[in-house]
């Protein structure tokens, strides 16, 4: 009897060890997991290779400067400066006129280039000095016209992109239009830069000769200066 207990228990452990030697392939084998600088998907390198653009570098696709207007506003003022001499004093003067209605832009592409469209434009009707004999010339016989417009073609020492803080010294090129009569002229320009405007001043010279204009005529000047100083008291909202 023991005999053949030990050989049922023989056939019995024999069939089972067979059993499952014979279904290995539908047992599920845990793998080990991966690191994850082997996997291939998560490392920069392969991020590049792979051409995925991580978060901190997806700022690259995208120009840092999109092109930039600067609206003038107000208090701009346009004036006029003349060197005079009068009846009335001995030493020479300088006769002044000005407007606050001045209006336009300058626009900026992405490179920093002044963009066309990008003009000045003045209301000379509206030009005021301290004597009205004078104002009254200059309206009816000076040969101003109604309008004076500037039309900026480039700009010359201004850093792009636009300064966000700070003063700068530039010259801004555009073609000045007096009645009819269009010439080039180069302004000198002064500007504070901060986040949300740009307040400065702008000056050229230019003769009376150049756009055919006409000296006041009157009895108390005696004299004026060949050269005519203009200049722009601007600020813009950016």
Not at 6 to 33: A, K, W, Y
Not at 147 to 175: A, N, T
């Amino acid at each position: 009897m023991k005999v053949r207990a030990c050989f049922s228990f023989s056939l019995v452990l024999m069939i089972t060890v067979m059993h499952f030697g014979c279904n290995d392939s539908s047992t599920p084998i845990e793998s080990s997991p991966v690191p994850l600088a082997e996997s291939g998907s998560s490392t920069p390198e392969a991020a590049q290779s792979l051409g995925v653009v991580s978060p901190e570098d997806s700022s690259s696709l995208i120009s840092p400067n999109m092109g930039q207007t600067l609206e003038i506003r107000s208090p701009t003022t346009a004036r006029y400066s003349i060197g005079e001499r009068v009846a009335r004093l001995d030493t020479p003067i300088t006769a002044v006129g000005e407007t606050s209605n001045v209006q336009g832009r300058i626009t900026f592409d992405s490179e920093g280039a002044i963009s066309p469209g990008s003009n000045i434009k003045v209301d000379a009707t509206t030009l005021r000095s301290d004597e009205n004999k004078r104002d009254n010339w200059v309206r009816r016989n000076g040969g101003l016209g109604q309008e004076v417009s500037i039309e900026l073609k480039s700009v010359q020492g201004l850093p792009w992109p636009l300064p966000e803080s700070g003063s700068f010294d530039f010259r801004l090129i555009g073609e000045m239009t007096i009645s009819g009569i269009t010439k080039s002229t180069i302004w000198k320009t002064s500007a504070d830069f901060s986040t949300s405007s740009v307040i400065g001043v702008a000056k050229t010279s230019v003769t009376w000769d150049e756009f055919d204009l006409s000296k006041p005529r009157l009895p108390f000047i005696i004299s004026m200066d060949d050269v005519i100083d203009l200049s722009i008291s601007f600020e813009t909202t950016r």
